[in-house]
């Protein structure tokens, strides 16, 4: 089915591109020319967050492309479980952040690069978005290495827990997520802090998965990295600060219509 999508979808292509009105077709050439090339730009002005997201691209369509037998087996020796993170741990902290293990996961990176991690970036620069990623991965992956340790030492936790398959970026992205509070307009920070930690609190009581909790604490970690966002020197207006500007605006027009 995927290979039939791609042919109609090239036919179709094929069937506009040859169609008998080339003023319209130029103007929406220039327009994709604008996005291109505003595309472009906004990648320039994140590379750290456009690197990680080519690099995620990369990974991926190895595993793709890969036998299931193959991508298993290279993903089992990339997690950060109990048993790699007692041998062998500084090798797994940083690979295991480069890879995911399916690539649906893809989906929820890609945007979470773009629209959280971008936005940080632009505003405090690339060496403190890295700083904030790797402290998110690292210290959520440790604390929760430690929790399930003692989960399985004292028998609350399955032992076959030390071997289970656990990669991805996802600890850093929550991470910067938190920190990206930091950088939004002022009205607009109360009720995102409340939605992303409200987020992550329901999954952890509704969940029974540990990558939950971990979540939660990583959040906890970008929250924490408030002292990096003091010292940075931002050359954009916050945020959300269009949109900041916009709610205001509407709620008063709607007030005025109603009076």
Request: glycine share 8%; charged share 15%; net charge positive.
């Amino acid at each position: 089915m995927t290979i039939i999508a791609i042919l109609l979808l090239a036919a179709g292509l094929d069937l506009l591109l040859r169609a008998e009105r080339p003023l319209a077709l130029a103007g929406v050439r220039r327009d994709m020319t604008r996005l291109r090339l505003a595309a472009l730009a906004y990648g320039r002005s994140a590379p750290v967050s456009s690197i990680y997201l080519i690099v995620l691209l990369v990974t991926t369509l190895v595993l793709q492309t890969s036998t299931a037998g193959t991508a298993n087996s290279l993903l089992g020796e990339l997690s950060t479980n109990l048993h790699h993170l007692a041998r062998d741990p500084v090798r797994v902290l940083v690979t295991s952040a480069f890879w995911v293990s399916s690539a649906w996961q893809i989906l929820f990176v890609a945007p979470m690069l773009l629209l959280v991690v971008a936005p940080l970036e632009r505003r405090i620069g690339g060496s403190k978005t890295i700083a904030v990623l790797v402290l998110g991965h690292v210290g959520a992956t440790l604390v929760t290495a430690v929790g399930l340790w003692v989960g399985v030492r004292t028998g609350v936790v399955d032992p076959s827990i030390a071997d289970v398959q656990d990669v991805g970026p996802s600890y850093a992205l929550f991470a910067a997520a938190a920190c990206l509070g930091f950088v939004l307009e002022q009205r607009l920070r109360l009720p995102y802090f409340a939605a992303l930690i409200g987020y992550a609190v329901w999954n952890v009581v509704a969940s029974t998965t540990f990558t939950d909790f971990g979540h939660l604490l990583s959040i906890g970690f970008g929250l924490a990295c408030y002292p990096l966002l003091r010292s940075a020197h931002p050359q954009l207006p916050p945020v959300g600060k269009r949109l900041a500007e916009l709610a205001p605006s509407r709620l008063h027009t709607r007030r005025s219509l109603l009076s």
